[in-house]
């Protein structure tokens, strides 16, 4: 690992330095300079369709200003409407966006769908689709978990069965993250239930909008509504939304192509909001005179939180440092994700412990809150966050067997 840019890197870095000191909406700033958002509730992809008339124009402005500079979509190719970044570019953007609080445009189509139509589709479906999403006219979710298949999700059985050019789609998804912002859903449906479990299935899209699209609310211990469950009753899908082989949707559902996964956002944030809590309780006044009388009794607490960090930072920077190389991380991939899970779990609660009895106030408004209550409610957003994305246990396990060799069972 090199930690140091080079001459080209450190240019692109100013220049990313630059666009955003002079590009980032007042809104922006100000959101950043607060704290940021909470829960997973906020963030760019609210603001754009959900948002108050001032986040509405502060997101529109700054979609404008990325686009412009071919940033929506770092890692796409060129000719698909990308900037054609290498890892470590995408990299040096990230972590600046994240240093500053400049909030990321695009959301998942962008990030996930896009590389999958870009290896999988038809040039039909990549004139369809993918304009529509680099343009976030094409707002999406994704499909995957059932109740009965989340870890193990290749046993789904939400099934699609062939009528003429149709598929008619019935079953049930779950921990359907923004579903109920979204106006597009791409989704794994099981085609063959005869098949071995990880063929026999299907990688479709659908617009929300189809009739028979059901999507019921999932509210987090905080409050917060982010995730839903979605029901599918004779839901037709076009074959031509079908992306790659019918009955081999698993493999194109698990596509990576080489772009930047490092976390540095996360590893950032959670840097950021060590050095928020600490620039809250050393101001003075009634903020500090929130903090817990006998702070020192966790003064060595939050130096092991911050500590952790700057280890986490280092986990994201040795899987770019790879990808750099033309290396493909695998276990060091789930070392970091589980890693940066757990650590902001532990962030949340040790935050609550600063601030003692004030942290029973929930309410962001109430003048006894803590730090808006950041930390009260965060406490609870986070509790599934070693479950989305893997759980900590299937990581744990990719550790043991692909990275220290250990057998099976």
Known sequence: ????????????????????????????????????????????????????????????????????????????PKEYGGAGMSSMEQFILKQEMAETGAPEVGGQGVAMLGPTVIAHGTEEQKKRFLPATLACEMVWCQGYSEPGAGSDLASLQTRGVRDGDEWVVNGQKIWTSNAHRANWIWMLVRTDPDAPKHRGITFMLSSMDTPGIGVRPLISGGGMHFSNETFYEDVRIPQSQVIGEVNRGWYVGMTLLDYERSNISGAVESRREIERMLEHTAAGGPAADKRRPDFDSVRLEVADRYIETEVGFNFSFRIISMQNRGLIPNYEASTSKMFASELNQRIQRT???????????????????????????????????????????????????????????
């Open 351 to 409: 935050g609550t412990k600063v601030f003692g009895l004030n942290s029973q106030v929930w309410d962001p408004e109430d003048p006894r809150a803590a730090y808006g209550a950041r930390f009260t409610q965060n406490y609870f957003h986070t509790i599934p966050s070693t479950i989305a994305g893997g759980t900590s246990e299937i990581q744990r396990n990719i550790i043991a067997t692909r990275g220290l060799g250990l057998p099976r069972g």
């Open 1 to 76: 690992m090199d930690w140091a840019d080079t001459p080209e890197q450190a240019a692109f870095r100013q220049e990313v330095r630059r666009f955003i000191d002079e590009g980032l909406p007042a809104y922006y700033k100000g959101v950043a300079a607060n704290g940021g958002d909470l829960g997973g509730e906020g963030g760019w992809q609210t603001d754009r369709f959900l948002g108050s008339p001032e986040a509405k124009a502060a997101a529109l402005e700054w979609e404008k200003k990325v686009s412009d500079r071919g940033w929506v979509a770092p890692h796409w």
